[in-house]
Nanobody, 126 residues
Framework: QVQLVESGGGLVQAGGSLRLSCAVSGRTFSSYAMGWFRQAPGKEREFVAAISSSGGSTNYADSVKGRFTISRDNAKNTVYLQMNSLKPEDTAVYYC???????????????????WGPGTQVTVSS
């Protein structure tokens, strides 16, 4: 069983930065690709970024390319999302997720992820 817990969310002004963390329990963290997704009120959950099990491959939504960076530390069972130049439209609950799929380009579809954290709120004020 894999359990995920996000942290690092909060309130920030537009143009600011936040770093989200996702701590993962279980001895097989390094075998999972990891993703970050977000869901704003009244909207569907959408893909933000993903990283392969080794950390050697990443995938980003067009809306966050150049502003967000996903990384992982397999020794600490943790995946991160560094968010810079935040915009009010980045406001959402952010979720991390894990998938055993080992694709060349990490998956960007919610249904391909087996395990999810409870989410952390990010609010960007204008």
């Amino acid at each position: 069983q894999v359990q995920l817990v996000e942290s690092g969310g909060g309130l920030v002004q537009a143009g600011g930065s936040l770093r989200l963390s996702c701590a993962v329990s279980g001895r097989t963290f390094s075998s999972y690709a990891m993703g970050w997704f977000r869901q704003a009120p009244g909207k569907e959950r959408e893909f933000v970024a993903a990283i392969s099990s080794s950390g050697g491959s990443t995938n980003y939504a067009d809306s966050v390319k150049g502003r967000f960076t996903i990384s992982r530390d397999n020794a600490k069972n943790t995946v991160y999302l560094q968010m810079n130049s935040l915009k009010p439209e980045d406001t959402a609950v952010y979720y991390c997720a894990a998938t055993p799929l080992r694709w060349t380009i990490p998956a960007a579809t919610t249904t391909l992820y087996n395990y999810w954290g409870p989410g952390t709120q990010v609010t960007v004020s204008s």
